[in-house]
């Protein structure tokens, strides 16, 4: 008896999250069940237990059901909140959102995504990506990269750590050799508000500049950040210690704006983003501090992707210069 009641509560579970699981129905009659990520391009994202996550074309879709509340985006000015997706006729789907209920054609949806609160318990997402060039011809190179970037949200708080060396030889002679490191700590004030603080480390041993030490604090906007990307831009107060390959030493206090943007694209398949920040130091001998990136990823599955991206670190001082620039492809791995 008591094997049959641990049964029939199992058996009711089992029902009461399969009944929650999102269904798509496909126009050649199968039937899909897991979680709706976002739809966008033209492309729908499930999550599923059995296959990991899948892309789908919205033309291939006959219509959904989902009891999440979803963002439902039909133009340039038409955002709805959904309480619930109802199965509708071929090609449509029924809309539910405390008033009328409406009928909607699948084609007219431009995006569909889960609303992200300000307030998390945890998520932690990141990039790791390695890149190698050889060439053997009349000048013999090699040329490594590693890129590690990751970002860690809980609550009103979020950290973000990237680290990144390259090295680069020709003909057995080192021609370049360059390590960074940066955290960073924000904390929300409100839903799009948040005071940044942030420490970043860069050693060269062969440019002008060698060794870079910053520290800065300020104001920072969140623009957005969802299941298709995020901007957030910051105006920061830094403070530089400059160390040249002449034993000469500078440090100097700086106005910052620093940016950080992505944008997923076609289903999730191609990311495009950059990042980085530009300098304006309060004194004459230093004229500005660049440093940015640029690139995009091409996801080959759930978990890996090809990166192309183009980098950029430039000093103009009295004292040396920096001039770096960098065009990598590699492959990574992304969660």
Known sequence: MRFFNLFVVALSLFFSLSAQADTVWLKNGDRLTGTILVLDGGQLLLKTDYAGTVNLDIKKIATLESEQHLLVKLDNFTTQTSKALRPAPDGSVRL????????????????????????????????????????????????????????????????????????ETKNSAKKTERFEASYALDRFITERWFWKNKAKYTHDHLEELRRQYVYGTGPGFQFWDNE?????????????????????????????????????????????????????????????????????????????????????????????????????IGVGVGW
Do not use: C
Not at 264 to 270: A, D, E, I, P, V
Not at 306 to 328: C, F, I, P, Q
């Open 96 to 167: 539910q959102n405390g008033g009328p209920e409406q009928t909607i054609a699948l084609a007219d949806i431009q995006q569909l995504m889960v609303p992200r609160p300000i307030i998390e318990d945890l998520r932690w997402k990141g990039n790791i990506s390695f890149s190698a060039d050889y060439k053997r011809r009349e000048n013999n190179s090699d040329d490594y990269g590693l890129d590690v970037s990751t970002e860690l949200r809980h609550g009103l708080w979020r950290h973000s750590v990237d680290t990144e060396y390259d090295y």
């Open 228 to 328: 298709l990307g995020g901007l957030a831009v910051s105006a920061l107060l830094n403070h530089n210690k400059f160390k040249f390959d002449t034993g000469e030493q500078q440090s100097f206090n700086a106005s910052t704006v620093s940016w950080n943007y992505n944008r997923y694209l076609s289903g999730k398949s191609f990311e495009l983003y950059t990042k980085g920040e530009f300098g304006a130091p309060f004194i004459g001998d230093i004229d500005y501090v660049f440093d940015g990136e640029a690139g995009m990823r091409y996801k080959l599955n759930s978990w890996a992707a090809v990166t192309l991206r183009a980098e950029w670190d430039k000093v103009s001082s009295k004292y040396g210069d920096l001039n770096d620039r960098r065009y990598v």
